[in-house]
C-alpha cells in the first residue's frame, strides 16, 4: 500500500480485489479503458468523465495496473466467463419462453 497509497483492497462475493480507496475496483477501470475507442489522455479524460473520479484515480489505477497486470488481467477474464455464462443462460431461457 505503501507503493500505491491510493489504492485499497476490499473483500466480497468474488474474493479479495484491488480498488481505488473511494470509487471502482481496478480491473472495472482498466476495461473501461479497454473498450472504449480512445486512446492515451483523451482514453483518460473519458474515464474521469464516466465515472466521476479525478484524473489522479485514473493514473494511479493504471499504475496499479502496470505492476499487477496479470492479477488484473485474470480478474477481468474471471468476470468475462461469469457474464458470458450468464448471457448463455439467459439466451436458453428466452428459447423456452418462445
Known sequence: ????????????????????RIGPDIWEVVKFLREIDETGQDAIDAAVEASGRPESDIRAALRYYAEYHKEIDA????????????YEAWLREQELLG
Open 75 to 86: 480478474e477481468i477474464a474471471e468476470r468475462d466467463r461469469y457474464a458470458d455464462a450468464a
Open 1 to 20: 500500500m505503501a507503493e500505491h497509497p491510493q489504492i485499497v483492497f476490499k473483500d466480497g462475493p468474488a474474493g479479495r480485489r484491488a480498488a481505488l
